[in-house]
C-alpha cells in the first residue's frame, strides 16, 4: 500500500511539474481534465441526478466546465470566465424548473456547489501560471499546500510526544492538533521565505521584499489548506464515504489528492496580484 501510494504520489508531482512548466495550452488541458474527474467525483457523492452518472444536471455541468476552459486558454478575460460560470447556473436553473418536481433544489444546489468547488477554483493554477513570473509563483500553491502538510504531521507528532496536543477540530478530524496547525503555517511560510530568497530572488523581478511577500503568502495559503482539507474531510463524514474515488492509486480521488490546493490556487492568485502587483 505504501509503494503503490508513494510511486503514484510521483507520477502524479511529475506530471503536475511538467504541465505547470510547459503552461499554456497543455496546463490548461491537464486542469481541465482534473475538473471533469471532481466533478464527476461529486456528483458521485452528492448524487445529484439520482444513481445516473449522466443526465441533465451533470451534462449541463460538463458542457460548462469544458466551455470555461476553452475560453480560459483561448481569451484569459476574466470576465468571459464569469459570464460561464453565470450562465451555466441559470442553465442548471432552467433544467430544475422544466423538470420540476422530478429535479429537486437540493440537487441543482448541488450540481452548482460541483461546479464551482473544484472546476473553478482549480482554474487558478492556470491563471497564476499566466501572470507574470507566474512560471515562478505558481510553485506557491505546492509550498502552501503540501508544505503545511508535512510540517503540520511532523510538529503534531512531535509536540504530541512531549507536550501533548490540543484538538482543533475534535469532531471533524480527531488527529489534528493546534499544535501542528501553527507549526504547518509557520513551516510554509518559512519554505516560502526560503524560496524567495534563493530562488525568486535570483531574478529580476522588481518586487521588493519578495522573500517576506512569499512568506505572508505562504502562511495564508497553509492556514487555507487546513481549511480545504477539513472541509472536503466534513462533506466525507456527511456523507459517510472514505474516498472521493479511486483514480489516483493509494490516494483516492482527484478531491482526496487535492483537496487543499483547491483553495490555495484561488489564494495564491489574489494574494500574488495584491501582495506582488503582477498581473
Known sequence: MFITRLLSGIVLLLLSFGFIYLGGYPLTAF????????????????????????????????????????????????????????????????????????????????ALFGFLYAPIMLSFMVLTRGLNHGIYIVWMIYISAWGSDTHTYCVGMLTGKTIGNHKMTPKLSPK????????????????????????????????????????????CGAFMAMIGDLAASAIKRNKDIKDYGHCIPGHGGILDRFDSMIFTAPLTYFLATLLLNVL
Open 31 to 110: 486542469v481541465c481534465l482534473l475538473a471533469f474527474q471532481a466533478f464527476f467525483e461529486i456528483q458521485r457523492v452528492l448524487k445529484f441526478g439520482g444513481d445516473k452518472k449522466f443526465n441533465a444536471l451533470s451534462v449541463w455541468g460538463y458542457i460548462g466546465i469544458a466551455a470555461y476552459y476553452v475560453l480560459l486558454a483561448v481569451f484569459k478575460r476574466p470576465e468571459l470566465l464569469v459570464m460561464t460560470a453565470v450562465l451555466t447556473m441559470i442553465g442548471f436553473l432552467v433544467i430544475y424548473v422544466f423538470s420540476f418536481p422530478k429535479v429537486s433544489f437540493e440537487e441543482v444546489a448541488g
Open 176 to 219: 489534528k492538533s493546534i499544535e501542528g496547525a501553527v507549526g504547518g503555517i509557520l513551516g510554509a511560510a518559512l519554505l516560502a521565505w526560503l524560496y524567495g530568497k534563493f530562488v525568486m530572488g535570483r531574478i529580476e523581478t522588481g518586487i521588493p521584499d519578495i522573500e517576506w511577500m512569499l512568506a505572508i503568502m505562504g502562511a
